[in-house]
């Protein structure tokens, strides 16, 4: 077909062209020609995935911004300048339009990124300090989630020591959701038809004496809650989409994303730009694997000093089951079957004392993401685990109500990069304190999110120096090394890696189980990780395909039908959020080398490859609408070509309880 040609990525076909073009003319049909480049469009191999403009600059659209002195005008428009010259707006298939790029700003003492425990814990714990002071302090929290909650997903089973120093008098406080605390352990090692349990000894690191079983998303909620009722505002729905910087390189504080921009990346008529806030001082909460704090490593070169991050992809689902099997309080975890032992993988089994749903379960299971065969599909080895006859037994005749699915920080101490920078610090797990041999987390992401509030607190006070406009809260890494977040994440520092020897899932146990137990981590020696988890993955050739029985519907589910039940939406017309450096390294790389491992790892069906039409080949599909910000893609892609990026605040998934 004939075209306007616009440059190598914008085209319009003639007939609409030659139709817009009469609406333009004036009577006079000498005046004002536009002449035009005619060429042929040609076959398009690799489809145009990504749109979003981190990856194609509006400066470069002609679609964002009139500028006469562009070479497509030039080139293909000779007398399109005096078209201009006699209009002052032209919107000719969204091509050429004066967008308004100006954001409103506003000011706040402190800006947090993030509202699950550790966003929540920091902000608390400013207006604490505040009000116990008698001094103004504004402390503004953003959270991308369409309500406090519904995007946060854990076991979760959790200690209450960072709760217990946030608010002391937390059990007298109305509303708290902590109803479950637990009244027994167990441990099991898995094969395919047998259970052979594990005595768990005091001291032990799954030893859960004194923890509470929790819904995260409820546990969230309530402490958005009380930080409200500290005068913490909280902003859900707002998806801190880019960092801003003060001249001097120290951090302004973050820009909320756009809103109004079409699924090729052209504005829509309601577009509106995102909101600056600006602070002093600017904590990042963003959870694992934060796409904002990936921007702030490289720009402060924050890891330099420390190992590669290691992570694993959990999975969760909530079942009603039969009350004669149901255990309030009951705590249980497995390793073993399905995996293969050099595969670090486990589950967990917790039973819930809800009182707005009793018999209530959460099971789950995690992989490591430093596997090594592309044909694993961490959600079907999820859903085979549960045919086991020790699982079989406790959900034959129950109902599947909840899933999701998180990516989570496995590296531990070795992994901890640089925590502060001019202008803001890492909380939480985006840096990561999760202790991997307990297999939790929210104590030391809270614990560490209020010793930053201390820090931070400290230093934006008036008369406190700062080197930078945005104030660098210097004490916080001192203020952990000195805490008993430290000390335990040093004690178990080479449990995770333990897993990586030869021996695999052997080597750990026994490493565990005597090392561990008997030198409480006094060993004088460090184990590393030795390279990012996308390295791990061996060409499919190097490989046996993995076969995975059929889901039967009642305990095993197809993985959409999974999705179905996170809630998750997102605008179908924005931009794809999940976006590739190179449309081409999907098919030319990761299908050729890897057969396509982006439709294994994704837990929520967004990547499919399917065939072309000419019955040759294939090509990738992104189902961004399915994504439930896992992060595992960005993560586990072996060519390192997703970049994930916030969509529209308010999509994603749903979560009830997660």
């Known amino acids: ?21 009469k609406k333009l003319r004036p009577g006079n049909k000498g005046s004002h020609m536009i002449r035009v480049c005619m060429c042929s469009q040609k076959a398009q191999s690799y489809p145009k995935l990504t749109t979003h403009y981190t990856i194609h600059p509006r400066e470069k659209d002609p679609r964002w911004k009139v500028d006469l002195q562009h070479p497509v005008y030039n080139t293909h428009c000779t007398t399109l300048s005096s078209l201009l010259y006699t209009s002052s707006r032209i919107n000719m298939f969204g091509l050429f ?11 706040a003492d402190v800006v947090i990124v993030g509202g699950g425990p550790a966003g929540m814990a920091a902000a608390i714990r400013l207006k604490q300090l505040a009000n116990d002071s008698g001094k103004e302090l504004r402390v503004c929290l953003v959270e991308k989630a369409a309500e406090i909650g519904v995007h946060s997903l854990s076991g979760a089973c959790i200690e209450t020591k960072a709760l217990d120093e946030l608010l002391p ?19 099991s090692f898995l094969t395919k038809n047998r259970r052979i349990p594990v005595p768990i000894l005091p001291g032990m690191p799954l030893n859960n004496h004194g923890n509470y079983i929790i819904r995260m998303g409820h546990f969230v909620k309530w402490l958005g809650d009380q930080a409200e009722g500290l005068g913490v505002e909280l902003y859900a729905g707002c998806a801190a989409s880019e960092i801003l910087f003060n001249e001097d390189g120290s951090v302004k504080g973050i820009a909320t994303n756009d809103v109004g ?19 002093k001082c ?16 490289k720009r402060f070169d924050l890891r330099k000093d420390c190992s590669p991050q290691s992570y694993a992809i959990g999975l969760k689902e909530l079942w009603v089951v039969d009350p004669n099997v149901h255990v309030p309080g009951l705590v249980e975890h497995t390793v073993g079957w399905p995996a293969p ?11 819930l004392n809800d009182p707005a749903q009793p018999n209530l379960v959460a099971l789950g299971y995690a992989i490591g993401l430093d596997y090594s065969n592309p044909y694993t599909h961490p959600f079907k080895e999820f859903q085979t685990w549960k045919t086991h006859p020790h699982i079989r037994r406790l959900l034959d005749g129950g109902s599947r109500i909840g899933y999701g699915a998180r990516a989570l920080n496995e590296g531990g101490f070795q992994a901890i990069p640089k925590l502060t920078f001019p202008g803001g610090c890492l909380v939480g797990c985006s840096p990561g304190f999760l202790n991997c041999p307990k297999i939790k987390g929210t104590h030391g992401a809270m614990k560490s999110a209020m010793l930053a509030a201390e820090s931070v607190y400290d230093a934006i006070q008036p008369d406190v120096k700062s080197d930078t406009v945005g104030v660098q809260p210097i004490s916080y890494e001192e203020r952990i090394k000195d805490s008993w977040i430290w000390k335990e994440l040093e004690g178990c520092r080479n449990v995770r890696p333990s897993f990586n020897s030869a021996l695999g899932l052997y080597g750990g146990i026994a490493y565990t189980g005597t090392v561990y137990y008997l030198l409480g981590g006094k060993e004088p020696w460090t184990f590393k990780h030795e390279h990012p988890d996308h390295e791990s993955l061996k060409p499919a050739k190097e490989c046996s395909p993995v076969e995975y029985a059929k889901p039967d519907g009642k305990l095993t589910f197809d993985l959409l039908s999974s999705v179905a039940l996170t809630g998750t939406n997102h605008n179908e017309r924005q931009p794809p959020h999940l976006t590739l450096k190179d449309d081409k390294v999907p098919v030319d790389r990761n299908l050729a080398i890897y057969d396509g491992p982006e439709g294994r790892f994704c837990p929520a069906g ?3 490859y399917v065939p072309n039409e000419s019955g040759d080949g294939q090509h990738l599909v992104i189902n961004a609408q399915n994504c439930i910000h896992c992060k595992t893609c960005d993560i586990k892609d072996p060519s390192q070509n997703i970049n994930w990026v916030t969509p529209e605040g308010g999509g ?7």
């Open 97 to 107: 339009s004066d967008v308004e790029m100006e954001r409103v700003s506003d000011e």
């Open 652 to 658: 994603g998934p749903a979560y009830n309880g997660m």
């Open 169 to 187: 008098d937390w059990k007298g406080m109305e509303g708290h959701p902590m109803h479950t605390a637990v009244t027994g352990d167990k441990f």
């Open 282 to 297: 600017t904590i990042f909460a963003e959870g694992c694997h934060g796409h904002l704090a990936k921007e702030l490593y």
């Open 341 to 351: 032992k050099n595969q670090y993988s486990g589950s967990f089994i917790y039973h």
């Open 1 to 21: 077909m004939a075209a306007f040609a616009l440059g190598p990525r914008f085209s319009v076909p003639n007939k609409m062209l030659a139709s817009s073009l």
């Open 261 to 279: 921009i079409d699924k090729d990346g052209s504005p829509k008529d309601n577009f509106e730009r995102g909101m600056e806030l600006h602070a």
């Open 606 to 608: 967004v990547y499919e």
